[in-house]
C-alpha cells in the first residue's frame, strides 16, 4: 500500500509563502490523482487542490484559488502545492491524499490512501 509523508509546514505571518511536498511511494502514483485537504480546530476536513494522474488537470477550492499552486513529479513520485498570500484563514493541518481514480475528485471518499498531515500556522 502506497504510503504518503508530508512536508513542508510551519509557522509564518501573513502575506508569506510556503511550500508543502508529499513524498509518495509504491507503483501506483503515477496512475492515481492527488489531493490536499485541511482541517482547522473544531472543523471538518476540506477539500484544498487535487491534480490529475498527469498533471494536465487541477482543481482548486475557491477559497485558494489564484494563491496556491498544486505540482507533480511522476518521475520523483511527489506532489508539491506552492502556497503564496497566506492568510490567517489557511491555518490548519494539511493532509496529502492519493485517489482511487486517475482523474481529478473533489470527493473525499474516493481518496484511499492519507499522509500524517503537516501543520501550517499563518499568524497576523
Known amino acids: 500500500q502506497a504510503q504518503l509523508i508530508e512536508s513542508g509546514g510551519g509557522s509564518v505571518q501573513a502575506g508569506d509563502s510556503l511550500r508543502l511536498s508529499c513524498a509518495a511511494s509504491?507503483?501506483?502514483?503515477?496512475?492515481?490523482?492527488m489531493g490536499w485537504f485541511r482541517q482547522a480546530p473544531g472543523k471538518e476536513r476540506e477539500f484544498v487542490a487535487a491534480?490529475?494522474?498527469?498533471?494536465?488537470?487541477?482543481k482548486y477550492a475557491d477559497s485558494v484559488k489564484g494563491r496556491f499552486i498544486l505540482s507533480r513529479d511522476n518521475a520523483q513520485n511527489l506532489v508539491t502545492l506552492q502556497m503564496n498570500n497566506l492568510k490567517v484563514e489557511d491555518t490548519a493541518v494539511y493532509y496529502c491524499?492519493?485517489?482511487?481514480?486517475?482523474?481529478?475528485?473533489?470527493?473525499?471518499?474516493?481518496?484511499?490512501?492519507w499522509g500524517p498531515g503537516t501543520q501550517v500556522t499563518v499568524s497576523s
Open positions: 491524499a492519493r485517489n482511487l481514480y486517475d482523474f481529478v475528485s473533489l470527493t473525499i471518499s474516493t481518496y484511499v490512501n
Open positions: 509504491g507503483r501506483t502514483f503515477s496512475t492515481s490523482s
Open positions: 491534480i490529475g494522474a498527469s498533471g494536465s488537470s487541477t
